[in-house]
């Protein structure tokens, strides 16, 4: 079983800044891609970013070359940065976990970031 918990969200202003993070525990694998997806009210979950666990990552082209995303393996902890906010990015973020061996998928709870006009 593997567990995670974002942190990081909140309410900006439109311009700002945010740093949202996603802790794992329990079972994790060695081989696996962290990812950020969100979900804003009445539309789908989308990807906004992920990384394997060699680093290569892959953004959403409304967020490339306004988020980052990164993670520390010793940690397991994964991290989005997130700049130059924009009203459309408010949404709840959540983490996912993909175990690229057995494809099993862990969510986070999700947390709330909201951007201000």
């Known amino acids: 079983q593997v567990h995670l918990v974002e942190s990081g969200g909140g309410l900006v202003q439109a311009g700002g800044s945010l740093r949202l993070s996603c802790a794992a525990s329990?079972?994790?694998?060695?081989?696996?891609?962290m990812g950020w997806y969100r979900q804003a009210p009445g539309k789908q979950r989308e990807l906004v970013a992920a990384?394997?666990?060699?680093?290569?990552?892959n953004y959403a082209d409304s967020v490339k070359g306004r988020f980052t995303i990164s993670r520390d393996n010793a940690k397991n902890t994964v991290y989005l940065q997130m700049n130059s906010l924009k009203p459309e990015d408010t949404a709840i973020y959540y983490c996912?976990?993909?175990?690229?061996?057995?494809?099993?998928?862990?969510w986070g709870q999700g947390t709330q970031v909201t951007v201000s006009s």
């Open positions: 996912r976990m993909r175990d690229v061996t057995t494809e099993t998928l862990n």
């Open positions: 990384i394997t666990s060699g680093g290569n990552t």
């Open positions: 329990g079972s994790i694998v060695s081989m696996n891609t």
